[in-house]
Every structure is written in C-alpha cells, then in structure tokens.
C-alpha cells in the first residue's frame, strides 16, 4: 500500500500528461454543467419560492424527486435522446463532452433549483412585505430576493458541483469513457481500478478530494466574510 501512494504522489508530482488530461476533461464537464445547472436552478427555485400557481406543489415534489434519481436512468435518457435514432441524433453529440454535459445539467439542475427554492422561500417569509409594499414587479422581486440570499446559496451551488464532479454512471453511459476525450477522474478511477492501476486510480482520486476540499473552503471564506461584512 505504501508504494501505491508512493506512485501516486510521484504522478502527481511529474504532471504526468495522462492525470493532467482526464482532470482537464472533468474540469471542463462539470464546471461547464454547473454553469447551465445554476443559471437554470437559481431563477427556477425563486420563482417556486415567491409565486403562487395551480400546480406549484406538484413541480416541487417533481424536483425533489429528481434530486434523488438514479443517476444512471439520467445517462440511459440522453443516450437515448442523443443516438442516432434519437431525436437528438443529429447533433452528433453521442460519446462526446456536450452529451456528458447534458447529462451533468440534467443532475444538477434540480438539486440546485430544491435547495434554492428552500433558502429563498425562507427569506420571502421575512421580506414579503416589504417587497409587496414597494409593488415590485415580479422579476424585480426575484432578482432582489437572489441578490440578498447571494452567499446562502453558495452552499446550493456547492452540492450542485459535487454532484456533477462525483458522477460517474451517467457520463459512462453518454460518454462512453473513452481515452482522452470524455474520460473523467471518476469513470477513470472505476476503470484503473478494475485494470489493477491503482497508483493511477489513487493519483485521480487525491486531486478530486482536493478539488472538493479547494470548494468547500472557498464557500466557507465567502460566507465568513459577508458575516462579518453584512452581519
């Protein structure tokens, strides 16, 4: 065992070109996912938080159940979508980093959108008559309402990138792991794993421990510092 980290401590110290490419690749997946993820998410969750609609409880209950499907369901539906057959064939997008990141925004966007809906419902409760007495229209009442949770919803954003950077059935699935091109840290890992590489797999899994710790201490300083800024 000892060599195992041995040889995976020295990978990584070499930059060797294999590590570097599989991480660029998930880099690129997940933050461009989590990107779509949030830009859809966030104005979904306010809306849900603040207006009042027919039907409005049963699109919560299909969100919060989005956040808990099984991932490789996810990968089975765009691979569908996305073969040749498919109605999206024509993109050619199939085993391909736009397919991964249709998959990933498919995850993300619901857990983003329930968490946030949460965090803003809760600060509606509080501002709620403010905002109607100002007669804000509704847009503007969403935007505010965004803009004053800002820091709370990083924590939303940040489960939204450990769900994309920590999957793995779905981008096998639409991705279909191949070498680099849509070879992600943790498809990499399943594979090297299995194949006996574990100083590889190990070497992968170091940098996606550090990429996570990276972002939970980032969201921990932001907070910090709007506490003591804003109170």
């Known amino acids: 065992m000892f060599t195992t980290f041995q040889d995976a401590f020295s990978l990584l110290a070499h930059l060797d070109a294999g590590v570097l490419g599989i991480v660029l690749v998930s880099l690129k997946v997940s933050f461009t996912a989590l990107l779509f993820g949030t830009l859809l998410g966030l104005p979904l969750g306010a809306f849900l938080a603040v207006e009042e609609f027919k039907g409005k409880k049963a699109i919560i209950v299909t969100i919060n159940t989005l956040m808990g499907v099984p991932t490789v369901i996810v990968g089975v539906v765009v691979y569908l979508m996305l073969s040749r057959s498919g109605p999206l064939g024509v993109w050619g997008w199939l085993f391909t980093p736009k397919g991964m990141i249709i998959a990933q925004t498919l995850l993300t966007t619901p857990l983003i959108a329930a968490l946030s809906r949460q965090i803003l419902e809760d600060s509606w409760r509080i501002h709620c008559d403010s905002f109607l007495s100002l007669r804000l229209p509704a847009l503007s009442r969403l935007k505010w309402l965004l803009w004053d949770c800002r820091f709370s919803l990083t924590i939303a954003i940040l489960a939204g990138l450990a769900r994309a950077i920590s ?12 070498d680099q ?4 840290m943790t498809t990499a890992i399943a594979l090297e794993t299995s194949k006996g590489d574990l100083p590889l797999a190990l070497a992968l899994g170091i940098v996606l421990l550090g990429i996570v710790l990276i972002a939970n201490l980032f969201t921990f300083v932001v907070r910090q510092v709007a506490e003591r800024r804003y109170g």
């Open 167 to 178: 999957e793995v059935g779905a981008v096998m699935i639409v991705g279909g792991n191949i």
């Open 181 to 184: 091109s849509t070879r992600t």
